[in-house]
């Protein structure tokens, strides 16, 4: 009897394990970041957005790597909170705004602004 509890019990937890996967989607959002100051940014507020499980960000490449909800965020919301940053994702500028309130490396980088 008790084999067959904890065997119930393990399937369950794999089941409901397997379910949440699938509610985790992925987005990647090219950007122009230049720093480490810019990873800093970016992973330490998006990681509060709705729905986010994950953020990594890559300098090689200037793409971020979002894992989120799909029930809770969308990508243009995601991409929305990336400008709101100060940086640009994919074809949303950087707003200006805030731009300006990155650090002067930062600015002085390009950080944030289209690659061309």
Not at 65 to 71: F, I, L, R, T, W
Not at 77 to 101: H, I, M
Request: some cysteine; glycine content about 4%; charged content about 30%.
């Amino acid at each position: 009897m008790k084999t067959l509890v904890l065997s119930l019990l393990m399937m369950s937890a794999t089941f409901l394990h397997a379910q949440d996967k699938k509610k985790v989607a992925e987005l990647d959002i090219r950007t122009s970041t230049v720093c480490d100051m810019c990873v800093k940014t970016i992973e330490e507020n998006m990681i509060y957005e709705k729905g986010v499980k994950a953020v990594r960000v890559d300098l090689e490449t200037n793409m971020i790597h979002v894992e989120y909800d799909a029930k809770k965020n969308t990508p243009e919301g995601l991409r929305l909170a990336v400008t709101k940053l100060g940086y640009y994702a994919d074809d949303l500028a950087a707003d200006p705004k805030a731009f300006t309130n990155l650090p002067a490396c930062c600015q002085k980088e390009g950080c944030g602004q289209k690659a061309e």
